[in-house]
C-alpha cells in the first residue's frame, strides 16, 4: 500500500511541470491557512521547489495535518504535523526541469487554542513559573493522575492563593500545560511528542502517557519496530502488546527486523537490547 493510500490522501495538485518555461506558482486554501508551491532556477539544471504555509490574516486556526509531497519518485511525508505559523515545510533540489508534482493533505483536526496566561471562568487558579502566570483547572488536570497535579488541586481545594513551579522549567511548563490545557483534550502531534513525553515520563502523568500511547498506535507510516522503540522508551504497554499480538510467529517478528534495518541502514548491534527481547530476538539469531 502507497503512503498516499495509507494516509488517505486526495491530491489537491497531480501535474507534470516544466521548470524552464512553465515554473510552478499554485496556492490553494485549507482551514483558513495558505499552502504554496513554487519553484526557483538556482543554477544550470538545477532547482528549487518549495513547499511553505501561511495562516490567512485572522485566522485562529491550528491544524494538524498529515501531508504527502512527491517530486517525480522522490517522497516527502508528514504524518500528524502540526500548523500554525508562516513557515517552509519542504525545500527539495532538483536537476531535472521537467518533473512530475503531487501534493495532497489530509486535515485531521482543526483548533483553537486558548491563551493560558488569561483568565477564564473554567481556567481560575494561578500557577507562577520565573515570572509568568498561568492559569489552570485544578479539578481537570487532577484527572490525568500525576502527584503535581494532586498537589495544585489539594493548594487551590486549601484556598491557597496560587502555586509556584519548581519542577519545570518556564519552557518545559508551557509545553505541558499547551499540550492538556490549550484545546479541548489532549492535542499530541509530531512536534511536541518527545518533549511533552519526556516530562510526562519525568512526572508519571498517566493521562499524557495514555494519550501519547493512543497516538502511537494510530500512526500509519511509523514501522512497527520504531513504535516499540517508542513504546520502551515511553513505557507504553498498549502500543507493544499491540505489535506482538499482530506477530505472533518468531519469522514474522524476524521480518519486521529486516525491514526496519534495512530501511534505516543500521545493523542489529544498533537496536536496544530490550526491544530485541521483546521481539523474541536472542544472540544466536542471525539477521542477514
Not at 503512503?3 to 506558482?25: H, M, Q, R, T
Not at 527539495?92 to 518533473?99: D, F, H, N
Not at 511528542?193 to 500509519?220: H, N, P
Not at 498498549?238 to 519469522?251: F, G, L, T, Y
Amino acid at each position: 500500500m502507497s503512503i498516499k493510500e495509507k494516509l488517505n490522501i486526495v491530491p489537491i495538485f497531480d501535474k507534470d511541470v516544466d521548470l524552464d518555461s512553465d515554473g510552478i506558482d499554485e496556492t490553494f486554501d485549507e482551514y483558513c491557512f495558505d499552502i504554496t508551491i513554487n519553484a526557483k532556477k538556482l543554477d544550470e539544471n538545477k532547482y528549487v521547489i518549495i513547499l511553505k504555509v501561511s495562516p490567512q490574516e485572522g485566522s485562529k486556526y491550528e491544524l494538524i495535518v498529515d501531508y504527502l509531497l512527491m517530486i517525480n519518485q522522490r517522497c516527502f511525508s508528514r504524518e500528524r504535523d502540526y500548523w500554525k505559523k508562516k513557515e517552509v515545510l519542504e525545500s527539495v533540489i532538483v536537476t531535472e526541469s521537467k518533473v512530475r508534482i503531487c501534493f495532497g493533505i489530509c486535515v485531521q483536526q482543526a483548533l483553537i487554542a486558548e491563551n493560558l496566561t488569561e483568565k477564564t471562568s473554567f481556567r481560575y487558579y494561578r500557577i507562577l513559573c520565573a515570572g509568568t502566570t498561568f492559569f489552570i483547572n485544578p479539578t481537570y488536570l487532577k484527572n490525568l493522575e500525576c502527584e503535581l497535579f494532586t498537589k495544585w488541586y489539594n493548594d487551590e481545594v486549601t484556598h491557597e492563593s496560587c502555586t509556584i513551579i519548581q519542577e519545570l522549567s518556564e519552557n518545559e511548563l508551557e509545553i505541558l500545560l499547551n499540550a492538556c490545557c490549550g484545546y479541548s483534550s489532549i492535542v499530541i502531534h509530531s512536534r511536541n511528542i518527545y518533549e511533552v513525553g519526556e516530562i510526562a515520563i519525568q512526572l508519571r502523568i498517566v493521562g499524557v502517557i495514555r494519550a501519547i500511547d493512543a497516538y502511537i498506535r494510530s500512526l500509519k507510516l511509523m514501522h512497527p519496530v520504531r513504535k516499540l522503540e517508542m513504546a520502551l522508551f515511553f513505557r507504553l504497554t498498549q502500543v507493544a502488546d499491540e505489535i506482538i499480538r499482530e506477530n505472533k510467529n518468531s519469522m514474522s517478528r524476524l521480518t519486521l527486523l529486516h525491514e526496519y534495518l534495512d530501511e534505516n541502514d543500521e545493523d542489529i548491534c544498533d537496536m536496544h537490547p530490550d526491544v530485541l527481547k521483546m521481539l523474541e530476538i536472542f544472540d544466536d539469531y542471525i539477521v542477514l
